[in-house]
């Protein structure tokens, strides 16, 4: 069972620059729904990425992502985008998502991402113990569940 | 060995619009090289994707994408995108990418999208034959390469 | 002095994506901004855009748009757009935007679009009465006050 | 008479993320390609502008802009964005631009921006003596003609 706790949630509404002439959403706009679900999975364990760049010179480089389509989503759709963290090991970190029509509770589409810990000149670095502790206690008790 | 003739070439400069607060390419531009990527291969086969459409209500509809990022591609640099066919089964089709950094010849990205044959009703539909034996054709000669 | 029923409020987490190489939104996304506005602000006089689009055949398609920017918004600002309609004339709407920073209210751009009303074939068409009336409601509102 | 010298020239290919469900280029990106067009314009007379940003600390921020839709562009087309500079005064510069389809040879959309020369931390600044005098020479020509 998943802890809702530990699962971050976005809510995006689609904009007409994010449909495409197949009248619905531009495939490559989902990995940014992906980022905006990160953002927020972070907000929810205390974390601002934002500060996390200005105050700890720690940037969570994309390293590979991937994603399938499962259904598509056209213009003005509420999306919800859930987002959890699956790894993280030394300066890798994986999240997964899933992308949902909210209304209907579809899926549109789920996905993967890995991501580097770096520096702001892109050199690897150890992710700051505040947020490393925090993605482990949450690891542990999604394992326990 | 690849056929060059197999390979589509596209060459893309880097807008200041791609560019993220890294000061780098925002990664899921990356995906949008790969559709320029895709298109271009297709011209060199003597299709048009637009007529694809048009003509024959056939649409690759993208099933999945997966990029691994090896370096930063930086504003104005020029990149080239270089797309092959990996695998053609009924309806789905794959292609693999190579995002390269042109003058300086480095790898920048790698990835492969999967794609379902579709008309505009997004129905799965058969790839018309003109297509599937172009197709069938590269994929012959790649292998006994 | 505005009443405020006569303002679309939309609210606008700025992206990564949305930053570039500066480290501020990449100036052509504040047009994207006005899109959202004036949905909201269609939603606001009872309105959806998909459903004049879908059931009316009616496009309110840009003819011109001029943005005059006061300020960088940043990395996960939270944004808001204020829209209000300027002028009815035949097929041309005139739509004015203020986008803030919501925190500090301070203003970050503003700027007008105008719009002809067409159908899917981009043929000039007349504004279905229940828009017409309402958007004259509007500016008879605005100006009697 | 214009001197073709003095004019910028860029080609873009309408890419398919560009589109939106009407089927034609989704409005803001023609911003998008007054940028691009400002680039070339720039290297035509001999600068790059991302050595501007590096070298010299010299930001062309834009304050202003302003895009006139003529026609639609549409998913493939060959567009030419034709970039001129309009005046210089102190630290303000404007440019202006037609975006054609190029075969065709018909106006899609012209437009004007106004740039404020600034260092990388927003700060105003003069515009380096070699732009200003590369500039001013130009527009010299430009009235002389």
Redesign the interface.
């Known amino acids: 069972m998943e802890n809702p706790n530990h699962i971050g949630e976005a809510r995006i509404?689609v904009?007409?620059?994010e449909?495409?002439?197949?009248?619905?959403v531009?495939?490559?706009?989902y990995?940014?729904s992906f980022?905006?679900g990160r953002?927020e999975f972070l907000r929810k364990l205390g974390f601002?990425?934002?500060l996390m760049e200005q105050e700890d010179d720690c940037?969570i480089?994309?390293?590979?992502?991937?994603?399938?389509?499962k259904a598509?989503a056209?213009?003005?759709d509420q999306i919800l985008v859930r987002t959890r963290i699956k790894f993280l090991r030394g300066p890798l970190i994986q999240f997964a998502y899933e992308v949902l029509h909210e209304p209907r509770g579809t899926m549109l589409a789920e996905g993967e991402s890995t991501h580097m810990v770096v520096n702001?000149r892109?050199e690897r670095t150890t992710l700051p113990t505040k947020y490393a502790e925090a993605f482990e206690r949450v690891l542990t008790e999604q394992n326990g569940e």
Do not use: K, L
Not at 19 to 24: C, K, N, S
Not at 26 to 29: F, G
């Open positions: 509404r904009r007409y620059a449909t495409d002439q197949m009248g619905v531009y495939h490559a706009n990995i940014v980022e905006v953002v601002e990425y934002r940037h480089a994309v390293a590979e992502v991937r994603c399938r389509f598509p056209r213009y003005d702001s892109f």
